[in-house]
């Protein structure tokens, strides 16, 4: 199993980037897709979630009309769309799979290795 992240990197402040999370080795289209970040010395936070269709999205406050989540069930992908970031928005992203059985259960399957995002000017 694996999910690895990419798309991270510096950007300045009102900029967008566009993070990806490739999985393989389980059935992605029975899984629900979040994104999480985390600063040193804080809890991760869910940013984002799909439900494994992709029919349902939920987003943090904090990110609500700047971040999208998609996801490509046929691609076995998960994206995260951010705009107009901002210096809070600086942390390791990662991507998480849980199965949509436990879907709020908060109880991960698995976790990808994480894509830092820096926004500064």
């Known amino acids: 199993v694996q999910l690895v992240e990419s798309g991270g990197g510096l950007v300045q402040p009102g900029g967008s980037l566009r993070l990806s999370c490739a999985a393989s080795?389980?059935?992605?289209?029975?899984?629900?897709m979040s994104w999480f970040r985390q600063v040193p010395g804080k809890e991760r936070e869910l940013v984002a979630r799909i439900t494994s269709g992709g029919g349902t999205t939920n987003y943090a406050d904090s990110v609500k009309g700047r971040f999208t989540i998609s996801r490509d069930n046929f691609k076995r992908t998960v994206s995260l769309q951010m705009n107009s970031l901002k210096g809070e928005d600086t942390a390791v992203y990662y991507c998480g799979a849980i199965k949509m059985s436990r879907y709020g259960s908060g109880q991960y399957d698995y976790w990808g290795q994480g894509t830092q995002v820096t926004v500064s000017s």
């Open positions: 080795g389980f059935t992605f289209s029975s899984y629900a």
